[in-house]
């Protein structure tokens, strides 16, 4: 973020935990967002389980690094298929699946993956 006021603009992971999300879905598009260290008896840490502790139910991220466009499309894929009733895992799948139709390489759209509660539901609406 922008430095300021006495912050160098650097948010970490426990200014993450430490915020009061309550939110079904956080989406983290940017790269390389589920990436973290591993650790004994914790798993990876890194950016998902912070918003998780800090009460996201599901965090979509990414494994890598991907194009701004490319992201930009996936990510739209993946609330269209929100939108229509679907959960977060299989809205997940389905934007995989039309990014697979529309050409879209594999290390696009494999590059998301799905953190927590797999079965989150959002009530969107198309514009």
């Known amino acids: 973020l922008a430095p300021g006021d006495g912050s160098d603009g650097f948010v970490g ?3 993450l935990a430490s915020l009061d999300l309550g939110a079904q879905l956080v989406v983290l598009s940017g790269c390389r967002t589920a990436e973290g260290a591993v650790l ?18 599901s965090v979509l991220a990414t494994r890598w690094a991907i194009g701004d466009r490319d992201a930009a499309a ?5 609330y269209a298929a929100m939108a229509t009733g679907r959960t977060a895992v299989d809205a997940l799948q389905q934007a995989a699946r039309s990014a697979m139709a529309a050409g879209l ?7 998301f993956t799905l ?4 079965g989150v539901e959002l009530a969107l609406r198309r514009p």
């Not at 390489?105 to 590059?111: L, N």
Request: glycine letters at 16%; proline letters at 8%.
């Open 115 to 118: 953190v927590g509660d797999p």
């Open 13 to 15: 992971a426990s200014d």
């Open 74 to 78: 996936m990510v739209d894929r993946f």
């Open 40 to 57: 004994t008896g914790e798993g990876v840490q890194g950016l998902t389980a912070p918003l998780l502790e800090a009460g996201a139910r």
């Open 105 to 111: 390489r594999p290390r696009v759209w494999g590059a």
